[in-house]
């Protein structure tokens, strides 16, 4: 009798025990579809704000920008183009300010990074070739949108009780337009899209290049986890982490070394494939002209506006050069120059080394080698199959490479562009422990970034981008005409022969200013 207590005791207990686990994945399989329900609903409601700010708001406004100041400069961009080589090497009388070139550095470790790959070859894979025509037409025109927002960045920067200067785009809305509140609100925006949305996308983009290996399926658990993105997104926090956990000119430093290496590296490997694949060319420039202007590229046929060329290349053009988006100035205010429009000029080429030289470079590489473009085939795989095609196995590995070093310069560049925002924002300088802070929050947004999905993680970078070109545009087109009179004040010393210096009056300029008065 006891025995067969026992007996019925354990069956009762193995069948409560089978109840509650059958519970426990019934309750598991609710809260992962609530989850689901709301990830989705998060994911519908970014892209519906993405597709409402770049279906026409920002497309006309970027187009308009660069269009006006393209005109009313004369065509700085190209005019004026080796006289911006010839003032970036000019070093600084100030041996703790940051020089021109290291200014440049700095926006160009930002402007130079994961984009220029794998935002290039998504461009092309949903817009087709022709989205590759309309990245050159933003960076054209993008170049004199540059050229005005860093000048007027160098005229209203402040000086620092630490030696050398800051500045950006809230400064000169505060000290131009009279609104703290605005230059707050445009902090706070500049702090999300970098420090969160561009950070995120440029810790995936580095995780999904490694989604084309074979030991990308190996590292999974037993409920279909992949573990690669755990491991690589808390190894690249850990990473960027070491490097931050330090003041602002190591950042400096730091992309001061990479990106020209960076840049030269990439820039040979397109120069190879474009030799080695010479026969195509001739055919992929003119797919480039043809797919830019038919129905589809403008409208997007079928598939809707959103995969039109024109609004992928613009969106993609942006997202890699970021004229008139508020960033690069930030940079521009803490070089040390004699005249403003020396930045400016500087801060222009920047745009160009992002976009003509480096992004062409990728659109090369992927077209050149025959592989055609496709939505199933998108991002850094579509790079690395190019790539393979002529290389071989090395390909893969040296686009992982690229983008490891593109992605860690962005990360550090990003994050001194949110420091001097963080400032602004305090009416401060925060001490060190307080911006150890930040550094921490922003070690768990690199790691949050490698789990995320491809839609979402471009979706929330775009919308993000897009508030900080809505707010800081309408500024410049208030404030260009300071630019403009900045730059005849400097063409007018030039051509005297001098080495021009700035002085407010010059230009009829009544605010106050830390520097020219």
């Given at each position: 009798?006891?025995?067969?207590?026992?007996?019925?005791?354990?069956?009762?207990?193995?069948?409560?025990?089978?109840?509650?686990?059958?519970?426990?994945?019934?309750?598991?399989?609710?809260?992962?579809?609530?989850?689901?329900?709301?990830?989705?609903?998060?994911?519908?409601?970014?892209?519906?704000?993405?597709?409402?700010?770049?279906?026409?708001?920002?497309?006309?406004?970027?187009?308009?920008?660069?269009?006006?100041?393209?005109?009313?400069?004369?065509?700085?961009?190209?005019?004026?183009?080796?006289?911006?080589?010839?003032?970036?090497?000019?070093?600084?009388?100030?041996?703790?300010?940051?020089?021109?070139?290291?200014?440049?550095?700095?926006?160009?470790?930002?402007?130079?990074?994961?984009?220029?790959?794998?935002?290039?070859?998504?461009?092309?894979?949903?817009?087709?070739?022709?989205?590759?025509?309309w990245m050159w037409l933003i960076a054209l025109v993008g170049g004199a949108?540059?050229?005005?927002?860093?000048?007027?960045?160098?005229?209203?920067?402040?000086?620092?009780?630490?030696?050398?200067?800051?500045?950006?785009?809230?400064?000169?809305?505060?000290?131009?337009?009279?609104?703290?509140?605005?230059?707050?609100?445009?902090?706070?925006?500049?702090?999300?899209?970098?420090?969160?949305?561009?950070?995120?996308?440029?810790?995936?983009?580095?995780?999904?290049?490694?989604?084309?290996?074979?030991?990308?399926?190996?590292?999974?658990?037993?409920?279909?986890?992949?573990?690669?993105?755990?491991?690589?997104?808390?190894?690249?926090?850990?990473?960027?982490?070491?490097?931050?956990?330090?003041?602002?000119?190591?950042?400096?430093?730091?992309?001061?070394?990479?990106?020209?290496?960076?840049?030269?590296?990439?820039?040979?490997?397109?120069?190879?494939?474009?030799?080695?694949?010479?026969?195509?060319?001739?055919?992929?420039?003119?797919?480039?002209?043809?797919?830019?202007?038919?129905?589809?590229?403008?409208?997007?046929?079928?598939?809707?506006?959103?995969?039109?060329?024109?609004?992928?290349?613009?969106?993609?053009?942006?997202?890699?050069?970021?004229?008139?988006?508020?960033?690069?100035?930030?940079?521009?205010?803490?070089?040390?120059?004699?005249?403003?429009?020396?930045?400016?000029?500087?801060?222009?080429?920047?745009?160009?080394?992002?976009?003509?030289?480096?992004?062409?470079?990728?659109?090369?590489?992927?077209?050149?080698?025959?592989?055609?473009?496709?939505?199933?085939?998108?991002?850094?795989?579509?790079?690395?199959?190019?790539?393979?095609?002529?290389?071989?196995?090395?390909?893969?590995?040296?686009?992982?490479?690229?983008?490891?070093?593109?992605?860690?310069?962005?990360?550090?560049?990003?994050?001194?562009?949110?420091?001097?925002?963080?400032?602004?924002?305090?009416?401060?300088?925060?001490?060190?422990?307080?911006?150890?802070?930040?550094?921490?929050?922003?070690?768990?947004?690199?790691?949050?970034?490698?789990?995320?999905?491809?839609?979402?993680?471009?979706?929330?970078?775009?919308?993000?981008?897009?508030?900080?070109?809505?707010?800081?545009?309408?500024?410049?087109?208030?404030?260009?005409?300071?630019?403009?009179?900045?730059?005849?004040?400097?063409?007018?010393?030039?051509?005297?022969?001098?080495?021009?210096?700035?002085?407010?009056?010059?230009?009829?300029?009544?605010?106050?200013?830390?520097?020219?008065?």
């Amino acid at each position: 009798m006891k025995g067969g207590a026992c007996v019925l005791l354990f069956l009762f207990a193995f069948e409560a025990v089978k109840k509650e686990r059958s519970g426990m994945r019934r309750r598991r399989k609710r809260e992962n579809a609530m989850l689901d329900s709301l990830y989705n609903g998060f994911a519908g409601l970014v892209g519906t704000l993405n597709d409402l700010m770049y279906s026409y708001l920002l497309i006309i406004l970027l187009l308009a920008a660069g269009a006006y100041f393209t005109i009313r400069s004369k065509g700085v961009q190209l005019r004026l183009l080796g006289e911006s080589v010839r003032v970036v090497n000019e070093k600084s009388g100030d041996t703790k300010a940051v020089s021109a070139f290291e200014a440049l550095m700095v926006s160009t470790a930002s402007r130079v990074g994961t984009g220029n790959i794998v935002g290039v070859a998504n461009a092309i894979a949903i817009g087709g070739y022709g989205a590759v025509f309309w990245m050159w037409l933003i960076a054209l025109v993008g170049g004199a949108t540059a050229f005005v927002e860093s000048t007027l960045a160098q005229i209203y920067k402040k000086r620092s009780v630490k030696g050398g200067s800051y500045g950006g785009p809230a400064y000169y809305i505060q000290s131009a337009i009279g609104s703290r509140a605005l230059g707050v609100v445009f902090a706070v925006a500049l702090i999300a899209t970098y420090a969160v949305g561009f950070n995120m996308l440029a810790s995936f983009n580095l995780i999904d290049s490694m989604s084309s290996y074979h030991f990308y399926d190996t590292f999974v658990t037993a409920s279909g986890v992949h573990l690669l993105p755990i491991i690589g997104g808390a190894l690249l926090a850990l990473l960027v982490g070491v490097c931050i956990f330090g003041n602002g000119n190591r950042i400096v430093k730091v992309t001061g070394v990479l990106v020209p290496v960076m840049g030269v590296l990439y820039i040979i490997m397109a120069l190879i494939v474009m030799v080695l694949n010479a026969g195509m060319l001739p055919e992929v420039l003119r797919r480039i002209f043809q797919g830019a202007f038919d129905f589809k590229a403008i409208f997007g046929g079928a598939a809707g506006f959103g995969s039109s060329a024109l609004m992928q290349g613009i969106k993609r053009g942006l997202y890699s050069n970021e004229a008139g988006v508020g960033s690069a100035p930030n940079a521009a205010a803490a070089a040390d120059v004699s005249h403003p429009v020396k930045q400016g000029l500087v801060q222009m080429l920047s745009v160009f080394i992002d976009t003509i030289l480096v992004c062409s470079a990728t659109a090369m590489m992927c077209l050149c080698t025959g592989i055609e473009p496709s939505e199933s085939l998108k991002g850094a795989p579509f790079v690395q199959a190019s790539l393979e095609h002529t290389f071989g196995v090395v390909g893969p590995y040296f686009i992982t490479i690229a983008l490891l070093l593109f992605a860690f310069t962005t990360l550090l560049g990003n994050l001194f562009y949110c420091e001097g925002c963080l400032n602004y924002i305090a009416g401060r300088t925060l001490s060190h422990r307080q911006m150890n802070v930040f550094h921490a929050f922003a070690c768990v947004v690199v790691f949050v970034g490698a789990q995320m999905k491809f839609g979402l993680v471009w979706d929330i970078a775009d919308v993000l981008m897009g508030i900080m070109a809505l707010i800081n545009l309408p500024v410049i087109l208030r404030l260009g005409g300071t630019a403009m009179h900045a730059l005849s004040d400097y063409m007018k010393q030039r051509h005297e022969g001098k080495d021009p210096v700035f002085r407010a009056k010059n230009i009829g300029l009544k605010e106050q200013t830390d520097y020219w008065n």
